[in-house]
């Protein structure tokens, strides 16, 4: 009888962890971090009700792989949203469809979460901005570094103390050797490395993480200037995008340093963020260097989630939006205020590496 008890608590605690979790829908699987949400496995923050993708042999791929029900996987977007009925989609396809997965959720009401960047250009984003903000539901950019406890805790050093006084110059690296160097698959490159589907190359790709942090530092102060140069160090591998870009943003008390590069020897996420008395510099995850005098050396502390409160899972702060167990500031990282200022940037970083030329804001 004990058994009998103690199965039925178990069958009813499991049910109404699944009646709160929130119904998610992917929409695209081309994007090489769709498996972040696909391979999760249980949990009960989150329930995957189905998945869109209109090339049935990659949807078929990847329902094989995942385990996913065929009942589960459509390759009509709108007849996903209608039959599967989620409170949330996360957009795993290229960054240019990204608008269409907003046009399609928005005037349904259900809340969207897209990969970085926000939009393929700056048109886009402002459409999907007015839609968000029509319908009321939220539009968040999902970036990697939203979720490093060495990021939360270099904005609260210079927020909530006088740790490094006012903030000079930010330098921001991000990138890798490559998408095809580092084994990207061959859906992922396809767009990935089109001007169109992605808005650039490198520029895009990893630009968008320097814009986003020196967004949220400024507060989602706009920029006075932007000034860009991008390469081609391999056109036989990216005959039609840039591989490399240096965008410098200009503020009226600060400047904002970017390296996005497709060219660096290792992957690399780090942040330096320069003040009137000292330095924070954020090395990767876990690790920062913390210096405030002349005569003393840097301090290396070791930050994890137990030191800065941080959701190191994006579909967990979701979960938390939607609940209303959270409010994105508009400055926050995963904001759209932040996002939509995001695309100004690099959308003026592209039309100075055209021209040649620094873009005002």
Request: net charge neutral.
């Amino acid at each position: 009888m004990k058994r009998l008890y103690l199965l039925l608590f178990l069958i009813l605690t499991q049910a109404c962890a699944s009646a709160q979790a929130v119904r998610v829908a992917v929409a695209g699987v081309s994007h090489g971090h769709s498996g972040w949400i696909l391979g999760r496995g249980r949990h009960d923050d989150v329930q995957l009700a189905g998945i869109y993708e209109k090339d049935t042999a990659l949807a078929g791929k990847v329902a094989r792989q995942y385990h996913i029900p065929q009942q589960q996987v459509y390759h009509d977007l709108e007849q996903m949203l209608d039959a599967v009925k989620p409170q949330a989609v996360l957009a795993f396809g290229s960054v240019y469809s990204h608008r269409e997965v907003v046009e399609a959720c928005a005037p349904r009401g259900i809340h969207v979460m897209v990969e970085k960047p926000l939009a393929a250009s700056l048109a886009d984003g402002l459409v999907m901005d007015s839609l968000a903000r029509r319908y009321g539901i939220q539009l968040l950019t999902n970036y990697e570094t939203s979720w490093y406890p060495t990021v939360a805790k270099t904005f609260q050093l210079v927020e909530d103390s006088s740790f490094i006084g006012l903030v000079r110059k930010v330098v921001i690296h991000d990138g890798h050797q490559g998408p095809q160097e580092i084994g990207c698959s061959p859906a992922f490159l396809a767009w990935l490395t089109d001007p169109v589907l992605n808005g650039a190359g490198a520029l895009m790709d990893f630009g968008c993480y320097g814009a986003n942090l020196m967004t949220r530092l400024m507060k989602n102060r706009m920029p006075v200037a932007v000034t860009a140069v991008t390469r081609q160090y391999k056109p036989d591998r990216y005959p039609k995008v840039d591989d490399d870009a240096t965008i410098i943003v200009d503020y009226p008390d600060a400047q904002c340093i970017i390296q996005a590069s497709w060219n660096w020897p290792f992957s690399r996420k780090d942040m330096e963020v320069y003040g009137e008395k000292g330095y924070i510099m954020a090395a990767d995850k876990n690790t920062l260097l913390l210096r405030n005098r002349e005569s003393a050396p840097a301090v290396a502390r070791h930050i994890t989630a137990a030191d800065i409160p941080v959701y190191e899972d994006p579909f967990s702060y979701l979960a938390a939006v939607i609940r209303g167990k959270e409010t994105p500031p508009p400055y926050g990282l995963y904001a759209l205020p932040n996002n939509v200022l995001v695309l100004r940037i690099l959308e003026a970083a592209k039309e100075s590496a055209r021209t040649g030329k620094k873009v005002l804001l």
